[in-house]
T-cell receptor, first 115, second 113 residues
Framework: DAGVTQSPTHLIKTRGQHVTLRCSPI?????VSWYQQVLGQGPQFIFQ???????GRGNFPDRFSARQFPNYSSELNVNALLLGDSALYLC??????????????FGDGTRLSIL | DQQVKQNSPSLSVQEGRISILNCDYT??????FLWYKKYPAEGPTFLIS?????DKNEDGRFTVFLNKSAKHLSLHIVPSQPGDSAVYFC????????????FGKGTLLTVNP
């Protein structure tokens, strides 16, 4: 079975631009979460979506938004990019949002560089 | 405020020996703990988890121990292999949120042949 897939793998943008990152969860998984990982830190939670509804939001500005589609894939959008948005963006999926303490499984991420 | 702390940025062990990675947390409401391994240019890979109602969970060479009173967990890898060399992240869930994982900063494990 395919794991969590993310596209693109790498992206270079300039300040002020916007970006859309995409994620396809593991087949059968209905929950998708987004994390940002900067160098030397652990992943930081941005959003969780379950059944196309936002279930949680981390401490990120409104420039960050996301959505989940009927097929459970997801997009993360970032507007008005800043240099500090340069990071690895990780998508994780799990079967449900909170039941049974199921682990989240991560994709390989999108490396976003802001010039 | 770092709610999950991995105080050792790096650890070096000999092949065949035990690797012990440590993690401390501050939020007593965390009820589920996970360990992930990460190679460069790859996403974190789930290794093993433990619920707060247990104090030990084993999966092959990997064992996680949880000491709730000390708010401490550890990952034991026995025997260590060179392929285990990676960054290991401790993560926790709960504490008022049933969906968000809170990660430590990671520990770089190097297993020398």
């Amino acid at each position: 079975d395919a794991g969590v897939t993310q596209s693109p793998t790498h992206l270079i943008k300039t300040r002020g631009q916007h970006v859309t990152l995409r994620c396809s969860p593991i087949s059968g998984h209905k929950s998708v979460s987004w994390y940002q990982q900067v160098l030397g830190q652990g992943p930081q939670f941005i959003f969780q979506y379950y059944e196309k509804e936002e279930r949680g939001r981390g401490n990120f500005p409104d420039r960050f938004s996301a959505r989940q589609f009927p097929n459970y894939s997801s997009e993360l959008n970032v507007n008005a990019l800043l240099l500090g948005d340069s990071a690895l963006y990780l998508c994780a999926s799990s079967f449900s949002s909170r039941q049974n303490n199921q682990p989240q499984h991560f994709g390989d991420g999108t490396r976003l560089s802001i010039l | 405020d770092q709610q999950v702390k991995q105080n050792s940025p790096s650890l070096s062990v000999q092949e065949g020996r035990i690797s012990i990675l440590n993690c401390d947390y501050t939020n007593s409401m965390f009820d589920y703990f996970l360990w992930y391994k990460k190679y460069p240019a790859e996403g974190p890979t789930f290794l093993i988890s433990i619920s707060s109602i247990k104090d030990k969970n084993e999966d092959g060479r990997f064992t996680v121990f949880l000491n709730k009173s000390a708010k401490h967990l550890s990952l034991h890898i026995v025997p260590s292999q060179p392929g285990d060399s990676a960054v290991y992240f401790c993560a926790a869930k709960g504490g008022g949120s049933n969906y968000k994982l809170t990660f430590g900063k990671g520990t770089l494990l190097t297993v020398n042949p």
